[in-house]
């Protein structure tokens, strides 16, 4: 017969986990006024509030730890993820930073200022955040197929070149500082962009003289979709495809809490030396000097080694599957989600699961607390509350889509685990229809609200 897939590594170090009763969760979440960013983690069982920070490292990343140059300037960390970057995505410039919103914090300060337009796909929070807080906009241009959960599209990342080119053409092209290119595209569910529509952006941006850059926390991932879903890369590895896309950007930011499998980190890499000296001078101000931005020396290791190890198509091809195996046991129970899943989560459609629950009440969040109630699951709502209010009428604003999102950290739980949140969320499922009251608000701070939310049941 043939062999089954097992994953490409084995289990050194565990952490216990508690397995809390529902009398406890009960109690507990009712303390946390209904918000699962006010738990204490050894009150969740399993935890799918982000795969940012939260995988686990190897052996290899952990012997970096101890190797870590501590150097103020000219740290030999520092010099061996250069190299890493050079290598693996062809860009000569990078300033390390803290994670990904700081990258952004001080590119941006080089590149936009007040009154600049910022097409985009899906621009993820911190990303549209850092550019509205300069006063700026954020154009979104992804394609529509994206906002529909029930139709397959192979790369629903993708940007509409109409979309675009529409933007290029009403705007003076000094007003329009950037492209960003987010890869894989967590907004729209981790959906990745083709290696085409890569190329179509990158020669559109040309065609108007508009530099790209890559939002690129999970962009290994999205090489891992080019090889598996576009013809005429099934034969190249994954660095190969990794150096063709970047080969198409200006320049790029980096969480590397994602795809580089590290607790903390990010960068951004350029090819432009007038850029980079402009950046170096905000990233000396806000993150630290240029061979160490925020980061001991020991994480500039770590991150080198997890670069290499995140871009390996054995482990890729475990992560991801890891994903699309929660996707289709939640499918095969019925469960309504974002098709095909991405690449570090799936999204539940909450609009579908609970029909009953008015859109006023809060769908995802209902459905997210459900959830935890059943299980010990935490996942995370990416839905009205996270949309905030509108910043001139104060209404509610209420997205295309009401998504609860279970986002899979990378080497951490086992498909036993997944198994148990498909049972958990069938659970919810088979007594949906008695699902028909949400929460409402009891306090919220006026951006930003979803991290302190308070809530009550109605
Ligand atoms: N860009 C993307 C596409 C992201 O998903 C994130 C973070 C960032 C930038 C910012 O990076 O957190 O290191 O400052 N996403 C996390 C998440 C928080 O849960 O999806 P950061």
Redesign the pocket.
Known sequence: MNLPFAEPFKIKVIEPIYRSSREERESWIKEARYNLFNLRSDRVFIDL?????TGAMSQYQWSEIMLGDESYAGSLSYFKLKDVINNLLGMPYFLPSH??????NVLFSAMIKEGDIVPGNSH????KGHIEFRRAKAVDCTIDESFNTEIYHPFKGNVSLEKLEETYKKYPTEKIPLCVL?I????SGGQPVSMQNIKDVSALCKKYGIPLIF?S??FAENAYFIKTRESGYENKTIKEITKEMFSYADGA?M????DAIVNI??FLACRDKELFQKASTYCIMFEGFVTYGGLAGRDLGALAQGLMEGTEFDYLEARVGQVAYLGEKLKSYGVPIQQPTGG?AVFVDAKKFLPNVPKEEYQAQTLAIELYLEGGVRG?EIGTILADRDPVSRENRYPALELL?L?IPRRVYTNNHMDYIAASLANVYERRDKINKGLKIAYEAPIMRHFTVELERV
């Open positions: 509030l982000t795969d940012s920070g994670q990904g919103r700081a990258a952004e993820f929070d911190t990303t987010t894989t595209c967590n907004t939002d926390a999970r930011t969480s590397s809490k994602k980190g990010g570090h995370v999102r986002a």
